[in-house]
């Protein structure tokens, strides 16, 4: 515990700050200003602790989080700033799984609901409803052990003709056994979306399972003769993976496929992209044109763009063509996963419901294999593996509620909290980087899966405007992926920026509004109700009045609960608006006035993290 | 002259309309001489489009063929590609839609033609007039008075007849300011601050020039407005060095030594030809579909129309700033004190004044700051982004203002009596209209044309119920605070409903918007049902309590 705390205001330019009490506690650091307002962090949130310079108001420290939460604390005494530096540099850093939150977190469940908790997501169940096993497909017990690919679940969808030697085979041509697997069916179209990774081709390596295991596939669909096989890299990136043995299919070697490449940059691109974006929006006094051309040079909404295009080619490919299409990058964790479980969006409404975007994550995300553990760096470890790749996921997921605002029956919150818990460490579903992980792990009996939790507090999540009708079931969703569609998506990336934010939601209102709306149509069933029972009874007063006369406490006593529940309704329609717009407090333009009236003399000021004296 | 003259082929049938996002239609195209009118005559869906000569900003002809080709850009960014068989015709036509879009007498307008179909109920031109508005401010404060002075509109071409000045500055010392400003435009009030009494003036810059002129009677008036032992602002709305150059050319800007109760910000805005060229590459940018993302962005940089908004939208909050928090009195002026003077004080408004962001009172704003100061609306709004003349009085400088208006609304969505459509209608009636409101530069030259008298007012049609109904927001809730919108660039945004209207299908928003009215209608109902359920059960409770007594 440490007191007299500053907390600076990151875009302020005046070096605003509140001053209160820190705690660090064994999972959160905690900070209380005068004013008894909590900012909790996680320590598995801390991206990076820096400490800067010594100033003449005390020790900076500064703390970036995965959330993008960015807190600046200016510390009175230096010792304490350097041992809460090193507290929190220990804490941050987890070495072994066991050490992280999710094995102690305790929600108060009890071992039922804990059970219960995590067969709420029932991949089998997701098979069914897509359709498989069917004529043509069916589950295959080859990795039940985790024998040939280490990366995937036990449970496997691949055609019927695929033979277990056609299985092996393939897996060893494919990078790290990750052969071509189902990861979903269009039933109408009766045509599939596969998965695998990168094949073992080199210069001119061929094998001869891995082309049976494709015409398989091609094969598993009746209506189109040819498949396509989509690698989701650059065009470059692959002809490079060559020289090290592996590399492309060769369209000589397989029959009826067409290949194509779609261009989505590697994680390290993706990284050092993010990193450029959150610097120049960090920027304090950012003009629009640094803005706009730091958004630029960024160019993360290009790859946004670019894993959008892919997932719609993908759809065109199944929607138009009736074909099957087998995507694969480089170890078909990453871009595979982005543009499968994208492309499955487009096509399929149920995981543009709450439950379905659960099932679709665990699917294409969990199950296959997405390195959570390394890519959210959930443990210390090489900084190189971590990549914003789910992010990514969630922004085009974000974009796509943008376009169609009632195609999607939960809301920007929904997307911000599975995110905020992707990086907590604090549920079992995202640790580790793969499923045979997990069960090394005993995630289940150890730790609580996510998603009760969220479908608990489901009114949070919930669309306001959705429409489950939008769109017949299995009929896509066509983005339009002009460049101008794509946005910097503020709430993400200042999401505790308070300042910069609408200060009146449209879309709090309304959900509101729509809550009260059910709400009051119970209301009117029960008021009609008595109303209609009352109206009995004064019929029947005449006939049955000393009858009634003998209990007359009842009816005095019924309404009152009528009355209360409807109370807090009629005021409701204040509560829903909050309006913060009045307060200069926590707003900007106080500075403006400061800017012009002269700055006083021997002040301290911080610019871009780097304390320079000015007298 | 006869329209009749100008229309050589006056029908055209087997034309071909060609809109983005909409299947090509055939029909019959005609021209009269204010409208080109395209119908088609298919029978599931007949539609009419009618578009005024002075909505098309720039044509353009060509052939394959005999066939005939004609691309029209509107002053409302649409674009719109005709196909007509026959060359002759084509050329005809072209040529028509060349010479009537383009006529330069003021009086052969449609606003002169034009005969409303509905019923008046009130005559817009009447609807604000400064003595109303003067009423309302007696009623709150005394240290100010209605003058006459400019009533033949001799002692300021530009400003309206009567004008709000400081009472203790007689016509004579007004004549002599006069003098001493840009154009004549004296310091008059702009707007009173209720809460604290603060005031803000606009004018004209002081025309000191290189030795430093002054004037007693200038110093006095705006003196006068301030609080004894308080300070005040006056807020140059071009940079310092701009405001140094101004002298050279006999402008210039307020020195300490002068002033010296006065503290002076500078703040740059650009104006005219920038801000034309700004919206001319924005244009371009939203218009071209086959940008990657780089080069859209980059084109957005470019155009710098955002870097305006900013801007401006800076420079109001802190003049609001300076009144509400800061507690002093305000002067604002640029150089003419015609353009981006009334950007600052319009917005600054918006954000102070809850009366200002109700229908009304925005009605009332834009009468005030834009119409009666004399923002020379036929100069700047005679091209829009399609102009190939490029003439230094064209500017967006209204298209702007309205833009930093949404910019605020989409912050404070409930707090606004209006919504976005309002305010794109003002765009389009500001460049072009069957109404007269818009003509002319000021009111001296409206009054020359006898607008009142010979054409209708848009407000007489704005404010029919039926009207309004489409311009109402529906979450509307009186605030009655400040509003303080955020200036950092990641809170602004691209104004959708105006530059990329014409180019992406708006389906998929609209019917959400259409739901989410649905739903606040919905919320209305129910509450309504439950009021009166609630009181017939409780009358019904009554009866029964009596019958037991």
């Known amino acids: 515990q440490v007191e007299q705390v500053k907390l600076l205001d990151r875009f302020s330019t005046s070096n605003k700050s509140v001053t209160g009490t820190l705690y660090l506690t064994a999972t959160h650091l905690l900070f209380i200003d005068s004013s008894q307002r909590e900012t909790w962090i996680l320590h598995h949130h801390i991206a990076a602790v820096e400490k800067l310079p010594l100033t003449t108001s005390g020790c900076p420290l500064v703390i970036q989080c995965k959330n993008f939460r960015i807190v600046h604390f200016v510390v009175p005494r230096e010792r304490d700033c350097h041992d809460i530096y090193n507290s929190l540099l220990q804490l941050s850093r987890t070495a072994k799984y066991e050490e992280l939150y999710a094995f102690s977190y305790n929600p108060k469940q009890n071992e039922s609901e804990q059970v219960k908790g995590w067969q709420l997501i029932d991949l089998a169940e997701e098979y069914k409803r897509m359709g498989v096993p069917n004529a043509y497909w069916q589950l295959s017990d080859a990795n039940r052990d985790y024998k040939i690919c280490e990366t995937y679940p036990r449970e496997l969808y691949v055609p019927r003709t695929a033979s277990k030697p056609i299985i092996v085979g393939s897996s060893k041509f494919r990078s790290k056994g990750r052969f071509p697997v189902l990861s979903y069916y269009h039933k109408n179209k009766e045509a599939a979306i596969c998965r695998c990774s990168q094949p073992l081709s080199g210069f001119s390596a061929r094998c001869l399972e891995d082309e049976h295991m494709l015409q398989a596939i091609s094969k598993a669909n009746p209506s189109t003769r040819y498949m396509y096989v989509m690698d989701t890299r650059p065009k470059l990136n692959a002809m490079a993976n060559r020289a090290a043995g592996k590399g492309y299919e060769n369209e000589d070697n397989y ?117 959570f553990s390394d890519r959210c760096c959930q443990l210390d470890g090489d900084p190189k593996e971590i990549s914003p790749v789910f992010t990514q996921f969630l922004e085009c997921v974000w974009n796509l509620t943008e376009q169609f605002p009632q195609a999607f029956e939960y809301n920007e919150a929904f997307l911000l909290q599975i995110h905020e818990h992707v990086h907590s460490c604090q549920f079992g579903n995202f640790l580790g980087n793969c499923q045979k992980e997990r069960e090394e792990l005993k995630v289940k009996e150890k730790t609580y899966s996510l998603w009760p939790f969220l479908l608990a507090e489901q009114k949070k999540y919930e669309n306001p405007l959705y429409n489950p009708d939008f769109l017949p079931e299995l009929s896509l969703l066509e983005p339009n992926t002009v460049s101008f569609n794509f946005k910097f998506w503020r709430n993400m990336y200042h999401q505790f920026d308070r300042s910069m934010h609408p200060r009146q939601s449209v879309l709090n209102l309304i959900m509101n509004l729509s809550e009260q709306n059910k709400q009051l149509e119970e209301d009117i069933k029960e008021l009609e109700a008595k109303i209609r029972q009352r109206n009995g009874q004064s019929d029947g007063v005449l006939v049955k009045e000393h009858q009634q006369s003998a209990h007359p406490a009842p009816v005095a006593l019924k309404t009152p609960p009528c009355f209360k529940k409807e109370q807090p309704l009629i005021p409701g329609n204040d509560a829903v608006r909050t309006i913060e717009g009045s307060n200069t407090a926590d707003n900007r333009y106080s500075e403006l006035v400061s800017e012009f009236s002269k700055a006083e003399p021997a002040v301290v000021s911080l610019e871009y993290g780097v304390a320079r004296m000015t007298c | ?73 509107c002053k409302d960014l649409r674009i719109i590609q005709l196909d007509i068989p026959g060359m002759e015709e084509c050329l005809n036509i072209a040529s028509s839609i060349e010479v009537l879009s383009t006529l330069d007498s003021v009086t052969l307008m449609y606003p002169f033609f034009y005969r409303p179909m509905f019923e008046l109920v009130e005559d817009g031109w009447r609807s604000f007039l400064p003595d109303k508005e003067f009423e309302l401010l007696s009623s709150v404060t005394d240290e100010w008075r209605l003058s006459c002075i400019n009533r033949d509109f001799s002692v300021c071409p530009s400003y309206p007849p009567v004008v709000i000045v400081p009472k203790c500055i007689n016509d004579e010392e007004l004549r002599k300011v006069a003098l001493f400003r840009h154009g004549s435009r004296f310091p008059v009030l702009s707007y009173y601050h209720r809460k604290n009494g603060m005031i803000m003036m606009r004018s004209s810059q002081p025309l000191t020039g290189t030795n430093g002129r002054r004037c007693k009677e200038d110093e006095k008036l705006i003196n006068a407005t301030l609080r004894p032992g308080k300070r005040g602002y006056i807020i140059d709305t071009r940079s310092l060095n701009v405001a140094q150059q101004a002298r050279a050319k006999g402008g210039g800007f307020e020195q300490e030594v002068h002033y010296p109760q006065w503290r002076r910000i500078h ?23 086959s940008h990657n993302m780089d080069r859209w962005l980059s084109k957005l940089e470019a155009s710098n129309w955002l870097t305006h908004v900013k801007e401006i939208l800076t420079t109001a ?62 100069q700047r709004c005679a091209q829009s982004a399609y102009s190939n003349s490029k003439q230094k009085w064209e500017a967006p400088v209204f298209l702007l203002f309205l833009d930093c208006v949404w910019q605020i609304l989409r912050q404070f969505p409930c707090s606004f009596e209006f919504n976005e459509q309002f305010l794109i209608m003002l765009f389009e009636h500001a460049y072009a209209s069957q109404f007269g409101t818009f003509l002319g530069n000021n009111e001296n030259e409206r009054a020359k044309l006898k607008l009142p008298q010979k054409t209708m007012s848009l407000w007489s049609w704005v404010n029919r119920t039926e009207e309004l109904s489409r311009f109402q927001n529906p979450i509307y809730e009186a605030n009655s605070l400040v509003i303080w919108p955020a200036v950092a660039p990641q809170s602004l945004q691209l104004w959708a409903g105006v530059f990329l209207r014409w180019n992406r299908p708006s389906k998929y928003l609209d019917e959400a918007q259409e739901e989410m009215v649905r739903i606040i209608n919905h919320n209305k109902e129910l509450q309504a049902k439950v009021k009166v359920l609630r009181r017939h059960l409780a009358e019904l409770e009554a009866d029964e309590r009596m019958r037991e007594n």
Not at chain 2, 276 to 285: D, T, Y
Request: hydrophobic share 40%; proline share 1%; glycine share 6%.
């Open chain 2, 267 to 289: 703040k740059g805005i650009e104006r005219f030809n920038i801000l034309q060229e700004s919206l001319i590459k924005l244009v371009e940018a939203c218009n071209d579909q």
């Open chain 2, 1 to 73: 002259m006869e329209f009749a003259e100008l229309i050589k082929t006056p029908r055209a049938d087997n034309v071909v309309l060609h809109r983005p996002f909409h299947a090509a239609v055939e029909g019959t195209l005609c021209l009269t001489g204010h409208h080109l009118i395209f119908s088609s005559r298919s029978r599931d869906n007949a539609e009419e489009l009618w578009l005024l000569h002075s909505n098309i900003d720039s044509s353009e002809k060509r052939f394959v063929g005999s066939l005939g080709t004609i691309v029209i850009k």
């Open chain 2, 317 to 378: 909050c802190l003049a609001a700033q300076c009144i509400d928090r800061e507690g002093a009195s305000v002067l604002v002026h640029g150089t003419e004190g015609t353009d981006s003077t009334l950007q600052v004080t319009s917005l600054a408004q918006i954000i102070l004044d809850p009366r200002c962001r109700t229908i009304r009172g925005f009605e009332s704003l834009v009468v005030r700051e834009w119409l009666q100061a004399g923002h020379p609306f036929q």
């Open chain 1, 255 to 371: 029959s009826n496929i067409r290949f194509q490449f779609v261009g989505i940059e590697n994680i390290h691109v993706m990284r050092s992209s993010l990193q450029k974006l959150l610097e120049v929006s960090g920027t304090r006094g950012l003009s629009v044109n640094d803005f706009l051309s730091g958004l630029e040079n960024s160019g993360w909404l290009r790859h946004v763009k670019a894993v959008m295009d892919a997932a719609v080619f993908l759809v065109k490919a199944i929607a138009v063509e009736s074909a099957s299409v087998l995507v694969h990058c480089s170890d078909g964790w990453d871009r595979t996963s982005q543009v499968c479980s994208l492309g499955a969006l487009l096509l399929d409404s149920y995981y543009r419901t709450i439950r379905g975007f659960m099932v679709l994550i665990e699917k294409d995300w969990i199950s296959f294999g997405h390195k």
